[in-house]
């Protein structure tokens, strides 16, 4: 297994390039491997499922049977934790890129804030013409932060990776505690407050896959200019709502409480309407599906950039100070490997569990699940993933399944690519773009979205060698890299063929 040594002081003179395959950690690329195609499993949900449906899952279909245990198995092993791992290998990626630019005498700077550059424009086109769920734009900023880091001890990562860490959380207990005082105001006023209607009748459980065959123009017209106006939280209509002036907290009207705490309500669990209107868009033409991201990308942006950031940079901190410390080069002892999937799995399952089992109770309130709940999964899925990283380094150490070594090694080579390809060939599946896509955005379930899952794996780790056995990069790494360096890199290899006989 190679593992990281320092360039030889005899290549300074050299131009800065991309590192030779006989210098590459291989387990870096075993890791990745793992990380990219684990993360599909999530991101597949995205693709083929109204938006939140990936973070609530009572929006769309159903959740009981064999869905509810994909979903839970998917929540205790997969969510957050391969991003969790895939931005612990973007954080050792900096460190090991720079320091053989450094190590050859020459400022890293100039190449890493151009590498980032592109991808973030890179992420910009895959965000707003292909998927929403785009990570890129986010790493690459994050990425020029981390150039300030890059020279720091891990004594000086890991308390700046907690306090990363805990920044997020901070948001995430400040969202949680201002709606929930909002609606602990607001049910205060109600109760001293004569309701002005009778509430609305329930609807019924969250619609199913096939929600679109009976209403693909947009859902029930629930309000004309004949028939009732709108009835909302608490049984209070849209007029009334304008009727209610009363200041009831930090300078918000009672009116205006009512209306925010409906519309956070319908972003978590959007009524009818909206998941029929956002499933003919991603069914309709590609004009239509653009429109609606246009309007969607620049709030995710926001909430990711403002938000999660901070925990994405968290473990990005994590991973330079896991690279340095040798534990991501499978340089470590076999013990500190089974200590960290023993400690990670016990640590973090248990505590994704509790949060789990408290989503249940409310039925995934969105103030509930939002603030305090998301707290266990939060810091759980860090435990797991540092599970994860023990298990595959383990798994390096031992040389077990050389085959399966191989395929991830090769999968995590062309990680760019992979994951780019994961968004070409599930929107081709999911997306209309009239004759160009095969629509089946909302039409599976969970358990077909799977076998999906386990095909686009099979093929990766079949075709991934294949390729790199002909080319020395993936497609998009080969962009990246000659774009990085501004100059076009070699993509063939060149097979020496030894004639037999003499």
Not at 124 to 133: F, P
Not at 292 to 308: S, T, W
Not at 438 to 448: A, P, Y
Request: contains cysteine; proline residues 5%; charged residues 15%.
């Amino acid at each position: 297994m190679t593992t990281f040594a320092p360039p030889d002081p005899s290549a300074r003179t050299l131009e800065p390039g991309p590192v030779s395959e006989t210098r590459r950690i291989d387990s870096l690329d075993v890791l990745r491997g793992f990380a990219v195609l684990g993360i599909l499993i999530m991101n597949i949900q995205s693709f083929g499922l109204p938006m939140m449906a990936y973070m609530n899952p009572t929006v769309y279909g159903e959740f009981d049977g064999a869905d509810y245990w994909i979903w839970l198995v998917e929540h205790l092993l997969a969510d957050l934790k391969f991003m969790s791992i895939f931005s612990m290998l973007f954080g050792a990626g900096v460190v090991l890129f720079t320091s053989r630019i450094e190590a050859r005498g020459r400022s890293a700077a100039g190449l890493h804030y151009r590498r980032m550059g592109w991808l973030l424009l890179i992420g910009l086109i895959h965000g707003y013409l292909l998927w929403y769920g785009d990570i890129l734009v986010l790493y690459s900023l994050c990425g020029m932060l981390l150039y300030l880091a890059r020279k720091l001890s891990p004594r000086l990562l890991i308390p700046l990776s907690v306090v990363s860490l805990l920044i997020t959380a901070a948001f995430m207990t400040m969202f949680g505690l201002f709606f929930s005082r909002l609606q602990t105001e607001l049910d205060a006023y109600d109760a001293r407050t004569p309701a002005m209607v009778e509430p609305a009748e329930p609807t019924g459980g969250a619609p199913g896959p096939d929600i679109a065959e009976t209403d693909a123009s947009g859902g029930e017209v629930i309000d004309d200019e004949d028939g009732p106006a709108e009835t909302i939280s608490g049984g209070t209509t849209e007029e009334q709502i304008d009727a209610e002036p009363q200041e009831l907290l930090w300078g918000m009207s009672v009116g205006d409480v009512r209306a925010q705490l409906k519309e956070m309500r319908e972003q978590w669990s959007p009524p009818r309407e909206r998941l029929d209107a956002e499933i003919a868009a991603m069914r309709g033409s590609y004009l239509e599906e653009l429109d609606h991201r246009a309007e969607l990308m620049p709030v995710f942006h926001f909430y990711m950039i403002a938000f999660y950031s901070w925990r994405a940079l968290s473990m990005m901190l994590l991973g330079m100070a896991l690279f340095k410390w040798g534990v991501l080069s499978a340089a470590r002892s076999t013990g500190l490997y089974l200590a960290m999937i023993i400690a990670g799995f016990a640590a973090g399952l248990p505590l994704i569990w509790i949060g789990f089992q408290r989503n249940v109770a409310v039925d995934f309130d969105f103030i509930a699940a939002q603030s305090n709940n998301s707290h266990y999964n939060y810091f759980g899925s860090v435990f797991v993933a540092l599970g994860w990283v023990g298990f595959i380094m383990l798994l390096c150490r031992t040389l077990a399944a050389r085959w399966l070594i191989a395929s991830l090694g090769a999968v995590g080579r062309m990680a760019f690519t992979n994951y780019l390809m994961h968004t070409i060939v599930c929107t081709t599946i999911f997306n209309g773009r009239g004759a160009l896509g095969f629509g089946q955005f909302g039409r599976l379930d969970r358990v077909e979205l799977l076998v999906i899952v386990a095909a686009v794996f099979a093929f990766q780790m079949i075709a991934s060698p294949i390729w790199l056995h002909y080319f020395r990069f993936g497609p998009f790494e080969w962009l990246w890299r000659s774009l990085t360096y501004w100059k076009m890199q070699p993509m063939r290899r060149h097979h020496v063929t030894v004639a037999a006989g003499g």
